[in-house]
């Protein structure tokens, strides 16, 4: 099976470089130490900087003076999954992926609203905050609907559009996610010990292929995370964003990449964002899932690196 764990070529590192050590280090640490290691092979480093009430975790890399690309996750998700995306980039890109606030180590506070309207307002605090020029921007399902937000609210900043199985138009044809979610059910959180597999089985059309001591670490995690997540759902759900209307004012190019076997966002989305946006481009990734990025890194870094250098040679 296709081992897609972005950290498990740390675990190996790390075991070779000190053996005896593992036997005194906890599971979250070699961990941890996986995913760091994972980061530097990407070219990338942790930072954190203070906006809008919170501390921003971000993954940065590249030459400074590069055309930057930023990079939004998904629900329930975090920075990590762009890792072996941006790894294609790194080299010539400046990389900008952050923790989106309420999600991964960023801050979690109960009095704030979570919606995509306040995640533009955060988000823009943050491009203002680290001084970026006019940028890529490129979004995963929660991510792509605040991407294509970002775009509407603030289009001197956006130099293209990158939506991976984006969230935000009404599906043709439901999801098992939007049928569950219709029904008050929310199958993106974990609801036991037990439950990961389930959750990758949704999110992947090849789950990845996973340590056991890595499982129960992302097990952990989101079991802590399931309470907040809950809450941002509900804000979510009370301030909905509906793009199928405003797509056609986004006249920045944009791509449109999604998997065919989507289980999250049904792949007929896809047709909703290409008839709304003026120029667009869409790609649809056979045998493929949810987060295309993770299940097929560089295969969806070759698709996005030949959409920048067409945009590139208007």
């Keep these: ?131 970026l020029p006019r940028f890529h921007i490129l979004g995963n399902s929660m991510g792509g609907m605040l991407a294509a937000s970002y775009s509407l609210e603030h289009p001197d900043k956006v130099l293209s559009l990158g939506l991976l199985n984006s969230a935000g138009v009404k599906e043709p044809k439901p999801s098992p996610r939007s049928l569950a979610w219709a029904e008050g059910r929310n199958i993106l959180l974990l609801e036991n010990t037990e439950d990961l597999d389930r959750l990758f089985e949704l999110a992947f059309n090849h789950p990845p292929a996973m340590p056991q001591i890595a499982k129960d670490y992302l097990t952990e995690k989101a079991l802590q995370q399931r309470a907040f997540n809950e809450k941002i759902a509900k804000d979510l759900m009370t301030n909905p964003t509906e793009l199928d209307d405003k797509l056609e004012q986004i006249s920045i190019p944009s791509l449109i990449i999604w998997g065919d076997s989507d289980r999250i966002i049904d792949m007929s989305s896809a047709s909703i964002f290409s008839q709304g946006l003026k120029q667009s481009t869409t790609i649809i990734m056979e045998d493929t899932g949810h987060l295309p990025m993770l299940e097929r ?18």
């Design 297 to 314: 890194p560089k295969q969806t870094a070759k698709h996005y690196q030949q959409f920048l250098q067409t945009i590139a040679g208007k």
């Design 1 to 131: 099976m296709r081992t897609l764990l972005y950290f498990f070529l740390g675990l190996l590192a790390l075991a070779i470089a000190s053996y005896s050590a593992i036997y005194f280090l906890s599971p979250a640490t070699l961990v941890e130490a996986g995913i760091s290691h994972e980061r530097k092979q990407a070219g990338l480093e942790l930072k954190q900087i203070d906006i809008a009430k919170h501390d921003i975790h971000y993954l940065s890399g590249g030459p400074n003076n590069a055309p930057v690309l930023l990079m939004l996750h998904g629900y329930a998700a975090n920075k990590d999954n762009w890792v072996r995306f941006a790894a294609q980039f790194s080299d010539r890109y400046r990389i900008v992926a952050p923790d989106l606030p309420g999600f991964g180590d960023s801050s979690r506070m109960q009095d704030q609203s979570y919606d995509i309207a306040s995640q533009v307002e955060r988000l823009q605090a943050f491009v203002e905050a680290l001084k």
